[in-house]
């Protein structure tokens, strides 16, 4: 045996590994997403075990903390209370509703926090869907395209002027990455930032996150505008449209099931990428930590570095913080 090439010389110590390392995760790499609810106590969440609905004021503290982490970004989640929720969604678009309020506290507590704000309609429609639905007489809903984007653009408006500094369309309605982009311009919004979610995937993998929030569509499913899990072509055809459209950052969701996705739309976009390691994949590794089948911290960081050589610049997490933590 006379080997020249022995790809082990580069593994031989810390050193030459920390040398020869092709990606590395950082705390700036990370969205830390937080929910939060209008009461006065923060409350465990019970279908996210380790996750919590924070109050206005746990919602300011644990930001900061995570932000003194070196975390640079939160995005919001809103569990409104069910009396709230209607079929046209009014609360969505309320300048004094809880995400407003709560964008306002976290700028003026922590300037330096980028705050982006969820757009969609579940977290306060009674039907559970991303958009307004109209039923037929067979009573099966239909969710309506044009008149969600034009309620979509109200409340991308108003958390701007709460003071949000990245607006992330999570609907996937047609064509609401460019009419958000207008109204936005229209108001004189025009340093407020797109995150679009451009490869938003129907999965089952969120199931968790419903839960914590109490927006579980009431019937039916979302795959007539969520994506094909099957489908990999069409994740390009809506990175082209959000591209036309005006969005500054664009996202695939899930994460790790769809690594390929992520590094399909690397190839073609210049943008910044973000990923969402969502709630399904949080429990999953939560679930088998706890049953101590797995080592909790070291596959955390290793599922979150595998989104990031898989292409992704940003990271959005619920293990934001611990890794964070476990990175100082
Ligand atoms: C809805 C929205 C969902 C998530 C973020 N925004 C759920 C859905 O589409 O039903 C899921 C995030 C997660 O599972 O962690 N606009």
């Known amino acids: 045996m006379n080997l020249y090439q022995r790809p082990r010389r580069n593994r031989k110590s810390s050193a030459v590994r920390a040398m020869a390392r092709e990606t590395v995760l950082s705390p700036s790499d990370f969205v830390y997403p937080l929910f939060l609810h209008d009461r006065e106590d923060n409350e465990s969440i019970p279908s996210m075990p380790g996750c919590t609905r924070w109050s206005l004021e746990g919602l300011v503290e644990e930001a900061g ?24 969604a009014e609360e969505s678009v309320n300048p004094e509703g809880l995400v407003p309020r709560a964008v306002r506290a976290l700028k003026a507590a922590l300037p330096s926090l980028v705050v982006i704000t969820d757009v969609a309609l579940d977290p306060y429609n009674s039907d559970g869907q991303d958009g307004l639905v109209v039923r037929g007489e067979d009573e099966v809903g239909e969710v309506l395209n044009d008149e969600t984007v034009e309620v979509l653009c109200r409340q991308a408006l108003c958390h701007a002027e709460a003071g949000a500094d990245m607006v992330g369309p ?67 055809r809506e990175l082209r449209l959000d591209e036309e459209e005006g969005a500054d950052m664009i996202m695939v969701k899930p994460a790790g099931p769809y690594l390929d996705v992520i590094a399909a739309l690397r190839k073609e976009t210049p943008l910044p990428l973000a990923a969402y390691q969502v709630s399904g994949e949080y429990l999953m590794i939560k679930s088998a930590s706890a049953a101590g089948w797995l080592d909790e911290k070291a596959v955390i960081l290793e599922s979150l570095l595998g989104i990031k050589r898989a292409g992704a610049d940003v990271i959005l997490s619920y293990f934001a913080k611990e890794a964070a933590r476990d990175l100082a």
Do not use: W
Request: hydrophobic letters at 35%; glycine letters at 8%.
């Open 170 to 236: 999570s609907d996937m309605m047609d064509g609401r990455v460019g009419a958000i982009r207008s109204a936005l311009d229209h108001a004189g919004h025009e340093g407020v930032s797109i995150l679009s979610y451009t490869a938003k995937y129907a999965s089952s993998y969120y199931g968790p996150f419903r839960g914590a929030l109490d927006s579980a569509p009431k019937d039916g499913d979302k795959k007539s505008y969520q994506m094909d899990p099957a489908n990999i072509r069409e994740a390009i």
């Open 65 to 88: 903390e995570a932000h003194a982490l070196g975390i640079p970004c939160v995005i919001l989640f809103p569990a409104i209370d069910s009396a709230l929720k209607t079929p046209e």
